[in-house]
């Protein structure tokens, strides 16, 4: 573990520019939560491991592999440091034609993913009992559902329990899509959904509880012009405009369809990728969000460091006030619902804790500040891994609607696997609930569909095995979590 140090003064600003002190001073707020940051970060660092040993033990069995034990060997190193065996067909051939690295390699990537997944209850017991936001604190802030659209950015995989430190739970959904441009239909059937369980009593407390939808944008404090929000060509102003349209286009949807006042509660959040600092754009007393009213937790971070706690809570309070008081291009109409503004407070608050966890244990700023992800996630994201840069995501139904995304996401690949020799590993998965008959079998359909037409997208890459599938599915109500599905001709997995 790295410990927090004492920093030598203005000269690191660019290196940690949330926490610059004096001779003497260390970055170690009253109000982060030590005990949480820990417990986080020995959650990435076991997510972490099961990825960082598969290219040295790939390396280490082609070593050996046209030893005459080699077979047997390379499952006993492949259980022991990988923990799962090989597939046995690529083990065996290796006398003839040699190892076929690209498939293994795709194949551990995804065979450590659903160990990831497998785990993830195990893994994560420990610091989902600490967030500064669980569903009970959500309730007393008048809140049934919270609903999620951030960008699918990689970078924002982490954004509940690191950024936001937000426990997942029933009364919490994240769907990503790029540029935080999610679908106005969808949305507000999705809403439709949770005002039927809130009347017919399948919500507790929805008698006088509301929907908040949540966008969250993003950009980069160190490379604005080109690593913030692709969707947007790192336009962080496009970015934010564009978000806030759809919440408004949202709200207009359902008041204009259930009639006025029907509209859930909104709310606009940024996200500095390279410090995870959150920017959190202020409602005023209607609910509109202005895009130039917002505070900074970057800010209340270098603002408060050093007070007590009670000090600090009093100084951010006040920040918060001073925003909604604010006039010319910032200003708006009231302040915002009480139960909104213990949100914003928690939600500030806690962000503190993951701004001195990227001091503490990625040196004030990541060192890789761009993607840095370990396959393509193509048809709906798993929500069962929450780490930032896992996996690169294109929300797609079909590989036509989808292929800007794809697209991106094979450049991004280019860079960080075919030009190494190694293959891009796609995950195509999609979610069925079994509640429905005959939902699995047509979302194995759908992923074999969606294969196919993602080979025939890039056939150059498929035919030099440069482009590997597999599909998965998930149960939205049960137990099975991404459950690998084997192709009817070849296996998906290589």
């Known amino acids: 573990m790295r410990t927090a140090q004492a920093l030598p003064g203005p000269a690191d600003t660019l290196a940690n520019p949330a926490c610059v002190v004096g001779p003497g001073q260390r970055c170690e707020h009253a109000l982060v939560d030590q005990t949480l940051n820990q417990r986080l970060y020995e959650y990435e660092e076991r997510v972490r491991g099961r990825f960082a040993v598969i290219v040295d033990t790939l390396k280490t ?21 990988l923990g799962f065996t090989l597939p046995e067909d690529l083990l065996n051939e290796a006398w003839v034609s040699g190892l076929d690295m690209r498939a293994l390699h795709s194949y551990c990537i995804f065979r450590s993913f659903k160990e990831c997944v497998d785990r993830a209850e195990s893994d994560q017991a420990a610091w989902r009992e600490r967030m500064a936001i669980d569903a009970g604190f959500l309730e007393s802030c008048g809140y049934h559902t919270v609903d999620i659209s951030p960008c699918a ?51 507790a407390g929805g008698d006088t509880a509301n929907y908040l939808k949540v966008a969250v944008y993003h950009f980069s404090t160190s490379n604005p012009c080109h690593q913030g929000c692709a969707a947007h060509g790192s336009n962080d102003s496009k970015a ?37 600092a959150i920017r959190v754009h202020l409602p005023d007393a209607n609910g509109e969000v202005n895009p130039y009213r917002y505070v900074d937790a970057g800010e209340v971070y270098k603002a408060t460091l050093g007070m007590d706690s009670a000090a600090a809570r009093a100084h951010l309070a006040g920040m918060v006030a001073r925003a909604e008081r604010a006039d010319g291009w910032a200003e708006g109409e009231g302040s915002m619902r009480e139960g909104m503004r213990r949100l914003v407070l928690r939600m500030l608050e806690a962000n503190l804790s993951q701004i001195e966890y990227v001091i503490q244990h990625h040196a004030g700023r990541y060192a890789v500040i761009g993607h ?25 139904d079909t ?60 056939p150059h890459l498929h035919a030099q095995g440069l482009l590997n599938c597999q599909m998965a599915v998930s149960d939205r109500r049960g137990s099975e979590r991404c459950a690998f599905v084997e192709d009817d001709v070849e296996d998906a997995g290589h």
């Open 153 to 203: 950015d990689g970078r924002l995989q982490g954004l509940l329990p690191f950024v936001l430190r937000m426990a997942p739970n029933d009364s919490v959904s994240v769907k990503a899509y790029a540029g935080a441009m999610f679908d106005v239909e969808g949305d507000a059937a999705d809403w439709m959904h949770r005002e039927l369980d809130r009347l017919t009593g399948a919500i």
């Open 61 to 81: 069995l082609s070593a050996f592999q046209h030893e005459i034990d080699f077979v047997a060997r390379a499952q006993r190193l492949a259980v022991d440091r």
């Open 372 to 396: 840095d992800e370990e396959f393509i996630c193509a048809g709906e994201a798993t929500n069962f891994v929450q780490l930032r840069n896992k996996y690169y995501y294109a929300h797609l």
């Open 399 to 458: 590989v036509e609607e989808g292929a800007a995304d794809m697209d991106v996401g094979i450049k991004i690949f280019t860079g960080l696997n075919i030009k190494h020799g190694l293959a891009v590993p796609v995950l195509v998965h999609f979610h069925y609930c079994s509640r429905v008959p005959g939902a699995r079998e047509r979302a194995v359909v759908r992923c074999k569909r969606v294969k196919a037409a993602i080979q025939a997208r890039y």
């Open 240 to 276: 934010v405009e564009s978000a806030l349209g759809r919440l408004n286009e949202l709200r207009a949807a359902i008041d204009n369809t259930f009639g006025r006042g029907a509209a859930p509660e909104v709310l606009l959040i940024g996200v500095d990728t390279d410090v995870d």
